[in-house]
């Protein structure tokens, strides 16, 4: 196995493994990587449904169906991302997966099966190179202030399918979470900035527009280049990432053209200390 480091800041390929066939000290090594690089990739993975099912049980437990995308046939764990002009994107946002949850999920392993040949990018970010460039003044200002996060930008899909009712609905059935704006990784023990533009909705203890202010002003220093990595896929590229201490934009640049990825979401670390 080998591991080639991408940017200063964030990101790593590994290459001379295949990903079907993983012993349980290649997984070691890959959650190693993962803890070390924030995101990892692999090329040429031919995986199948239930490799990616038995690959992601191998750090934790997986997700059940999603709230809001479908679910690959046969297989409930695996979340079926299918977008083209019948099916237009909505992850073309910074965003941390599912932060309206009381209890983010760990990883993510995204596997592309059939992608555009130019565009459809992702860029992930290293919060907490983010939060380290930050002054002094603004890391004390942040250090003990919480912010409040809901389901944000999938109203829009719930307003497609039902109107405002289907927005209330999803908003009451999911409901709120309240969390701390600088996090602190259970492993490394590094901080980072747990904030991000498609759930967070409003920093406890401001008013309006004191709050927008100033997630606005973290929300462009956090999207500085130098905080970065862009992933160009190719068909059977697999993407894993630290879902704590990152956060991606999927770039929205390929329609008319279709972009089928899967995913499966592991909820929780098990070899978290």
């Known amino acids: 196995?080998?591991?080639?480091?991408?940017?200063?800041?964030?990101?790593?390929?590994?290459?001379?493994?295949?990903?079907?066939?993983?012993?349980?000290?290649?997984?070691?090594?890959?959650?190693?990587?993962?803890?070390?690089?924030?995101v990892i990739f692999f090329r040429d993975q031919d995986l199948t449904p239930q490799a990616h099912i038995d690959f992601a049980k191998s750090f934790g437990e997986p997700e059940p169906p999603h709230p809001i995308y479908p679910s690959v046939a046969g297989y409930d764990n695996i979340v079926l991302l299918k977008t083209g002009p019948d099916s237009k994107p909505d992850a073309n946002d910074w965003h941390k997966d599912m932060t309206f949850k009381a209890n983010p999920p760990f990883t993510s392993i995204l596997h592309a099966v059939n992608v555009p040949d130019v565009g459809g990018d992702t860029l992930w970010a290293?919060?907490?190179?983010a939060y380290n460039a930050l002054p002094k003044m603004w890391q004390d200002y942040l250090a003990d202030k919480e912010a409040i996060h809901d389901i944000g930008t999938f109203r829009n899909d719930l307003y497609a399918k039902g109107g405002i009712e289907a927005v209330n609905n999803g908003l009451k059935n999911t409901g709120s979470a309240v969390h701390k704006i600088v996090g602190t990784h259970p492993v490394t023990g590094l901080k980072y900035l747990n904030i991000n533009q498609s759930f967070t909705r409003h920093i406890m203890g401001e008013v309006q527009g004191e709050s927008d202010r100033i997630l606005q002003f973290l929300y462009l220093h956090m999207a500085k280049p130098?905080?970065?990595?862009?992933?160009?896929?190719?068909?059977?590229?697999?993407?894993?990432?630290?879902?704590?201490?990152?956060?991606?934009?999927?770039?929205?640049?390929?329609?008319?053209?279709?972009?089928?990825?899967?995913?499966?979401?592991?909820?929780?670390?098990?070899?978290?200390?």
Not at 10 to 34: F, K, M, T, V
Not at 126 to 129: D, H, P, V
Not at 229 to 251: E, F, G, K, P, Q
Request: aromatic share 6%.
């Open 1 to 38: 196995m080998k591991i080639e480091k991408i940017t200063p800041a964030i990101g790593a390929e590994i290459s001379g493994i295949s990903l079907n066939n993983l012993s349980a000290q290649e997984c070691d090594d890959i959650y190693a990587a993962l803890i070390e690089h924030k």
């Open 126 to 129: 290293n919060t907490n190179t």
């Open 226 to 273: 130098e905080f970065q990595v862009r992933l160009r896929w190719r068909n059977n590229t697999v993407a894993m990432w630290d879902n704590r201490i990152t956060h991606h934009y999927a770039i929205s640049d390929y329609l008319p053209k279709i972009r089928h990825m899967q995913r499966v979401t592991v909820l929780n670390d098990k070899r978290e200390p």
